[in-house]
């Protein structure tokens, strides 16, 4: 098992120093000169050289690459054009924000996808499966930006119940998530996010538990009279492990997915972020974001390994 | 006397025709999609929007570009607006129809173009194995890394937007999942006796890869991609709709679901007309590819 564990912690790694290289080339793939956006327009080329040189992009690209990496290691990332503030503080307040957004809807959409997909494999075949395998269907075709436009449109203008953007009253920047003033900010963003993973957990449920119910020691349970809540109980123990996999890979995808969702509701998190760096063209911004948020991914899905190895034995022998 | 004439009744009728007849793989698939009616009225929907995409100069009551400051986000039913107007007048109708070429082609052309690409990369390495197997797919697990939208968003925003490079960038995007579904069924058909068996015969790499794999693999690429079709549209109107996509005054769903957005409070229902083209794009394209799979009988 340990074994196990240094072969998967050290199979991240290349990956990780790969997500480092790409973040690298980003700036590289934006039109024109790296340096343009600090600069007039009307800038000579001496002063292009120079600040060429200050910045050292006249240097070769494996030694850029490597102050850097060296830097980011260390937590700089730069300072963002726009606001004049170090990149990195301004990632890690977006990330605590989109972490709790995400966590939400991972969770709302874990207590509903649970029920519905185990309804859908206990009764297989029936109208029950086939509205289940619907709405899963629904769930991961649906636009998030467009059903966050709706429920603003019938929620925020309509019924007047809830606030339409930011996260608390007045353009609040911080949150109390025992305040329902400040609560009734996440209502919204939580139910459009939750529709995709809602879509995914459901369809590995109702798969995974009804490949654990055609087992034969299930057969065995109800001939020694066991309730048929108590098979299910068995069923869902054997099904877990899958189901909290697929949990986790989705938390991970919202993480990184959640630009589109934040953006609609105002919602200061990294997408937020992301989106104003793109329009202001801040590429420091937008290359430290992604970064962390590839980075965060990247950790996600090894503890999603681990967790998985630790608690399924059968993983352990292979 | 009388078994006698069954016997000879039985051996004619076997010589004239065959008693059961035995379907082939594509009969088999296609007699599955014909009782199929769920995939069949959403695979009628795709034509459906396919066709109002190619035929829209025809079919579009009015001009899409054509403003009107006198008739501002008029609601559904207003005159001949039959779904109301934009926050430049503009016809939402005819803009909607005319939306269905910039977000099919933004939506498919990647899917496409990465099919290809991945396609090629994944039997390479799947065949050939070894350290250009190490090469690729490793290479294609960095950009796993990332989820799919941060990745389409990624590139498209450094490269600067625009149609063009939205197109590529979710053409990067989806290489990766297709390469490693090609390179997994690469590789459990190489190890099958039958190209064994070519090999011994002295078939060369490309001849193998051309008649023996090409053809065992194909069917889980082509459900894959078509399954990612819809994932594709979702995505390119989603870049579209954050300003990195088609850009105004064309008309495109997501772009027009974005600049509709600030209208809300006016003009409601109109502002999320879009919203249901791309849904029902994304809903068919998924509907059709899992009713295609289930037919093809490929498990992914």
């Given at each position: 098992m340990w074994y196990y564990i240094a072969r998967r912690i050290a199979y991240a790694i290349p990956i990780a120093i790969g997500v480092t290289v790409f973040c690298f080339a980003l700036v590289f793939l934006?039109?024109?000169?790296?340096v343009q956006m600090l600069?007039?327009?009307?800038?000579?080329q001496e002063v292009v050289d120079l600040i060429m040189k200050t910045y050292g992009f006249d240097r070769p690209l494996p030694v850029q690459y490597w102050t850097w990496l060296m830097r980011a290691v260390v937590g700089d990332l730069g300072v963002s054009?726009?606001?004049?503030?170090p990149v990195i503080d301004e990632v890690l307040r977006a990330l605590a924000n989109t972490v709790f957004l995400s966590f939400g809807a991972v969770m709302l959409a874990f207590s509903i996808a649970f029920v519905l997909g185990t309804l859908a494999a206990y009764y297989r075949g029936s109208a029950t499966d086939r509205g289940v395998t619907a709405l899963s269907i629904v769930g991961v075709s649906i636009p998030n930006y467009w059903l966050g436009i709706v429920l603003v449109i019938i929620f925020?203008?309509?019924?007047?119940?809830?606030?339409?953007?930011?996260?608390?009253?007045?353009?609040?920047?911080t949150f109390d998530l025992f305040n329902w003033s400040h609560f009734k900010h996440v209502i919204l963003p939580i139910i459009t996010l939750c529709m995709v993973p809602v879509g995914m957990i459901t369809r590995t449920t109702r798969s995974a538990v009804s490949e654990v119910l055609g087992n034969e020691f299930v057969n065995t349970l109800r001939a020694k009279g066991l309730d048929e809540l108590a098979v299910i109980r068995h069923a869902l123990k054997n099904a877990m492990p899958q189901i909290l996999a697929v949990m986790g890979l989705q938390f991970g995808y919202l993480m990184g997915g959640s630009i589109l969702v934040e953006t609609i509701f105002n919602w200061p998190g990294t997408g937020f972020l992301l989106n104003k760096a793109i329009l202001t063209r801040d590429i420091p911004v937008l290359q430290g974001t992604i970064l962390i948020l590839a980075l965060v991914f990247v950790v996600t899905n090894l503890i999603v390994d681990l967790f998985q190895t630790a608690v399924d034995p059968r993983i352990k022998r292979s | 006397m009388t078994d006698f004439t069954t016997a000879t009744r039985l051996l004619t009728a076997e010589e004239e025709a065959p008693a059961t007849k035995v379907r082939g793989y594509w009969q088999n698939v296609g007699y599955r999609l014909r009782y199929d009616y769920v995939t069949l009225a959403f695979a009628v929907v795709i034509v459906l929007i396919i066709a109002m995409a190619v035929f829209a100069p025809w079919i579009?009551?009015?001009?899409?570009?054509k403003t009107s400051m006198a008739f501002?986000?008029?609601?559904?039913?207003f005159r001949d607006f039959y779904l109301g107007t934009d926050e430049l007048g503009r016809d939402i109708l005819s803009r909607l129809i005319h939306g269905g070429r910039m977000s099919l082609l933004m939506g498919v052309v990647p899917v496409v173009f990465a099919t290809l690409i991945g396609g090629f990369l994944g039997v390479l390495a799947g065949f050939i194995g070894g350290k250009l197997n190490m090469a690729i797919m490793r290479t294609m697990d960095v950009f796993y890394a990332f989820p799919s939208i941060l990745l389409a968003v990624a590139i498209s925003g450094a490269m600067g937007g625009g149609m063009a490079n939205g197109m590529v960038a979710l053409t990067l995007v989806f290489i990766p999942p297709l390469c490693r579904i090609s390179e997994t069924a690469t590789t459990q058909v190489r190890g099958l006796d039958f190209v064994e068996a070519a090999r011994a015969s002295g078939g060369s790499t490309a001849s193998i890869i051309a008649t023996h794999i090409l053809g065992n693999v194909l069917g889980p690429i082509f459900i894959y991609a078509s399954g990612l079709v819809s994932v594709s549209i979702l995505i390119a109107s989603g870049l579209s709709f954050l300003g990195l996509g088609v850009e105004p005054p064309h008309p495109d769903w997501g772009l027009m679901l974005s600049t509709l957005r600030q209208s809300i409070y006016v003009n409601p229902i109109v502002c999320a007309l879009p919203g249901v083209m791309i849904f029902v794009t994304s809903l068919a394209f998924n509907m059709v590819s899992d009713g295609l799979r289930q037919a093809m009988d490929v498990r992914l």
């Open positions: 934006a039109p024109g000169n790296p600069l007039p327009a009307d800038a000579s054009i726009q606001s004049n503030r925020a203008v309509e019924l007047n119940w809830l606030p339409a953007t930011g996260m608390g009253p007045g353009g609040s920047e | 579009a009551p009015k001009d899409p570009y501002r986000l008029r609601p559904v039913g």
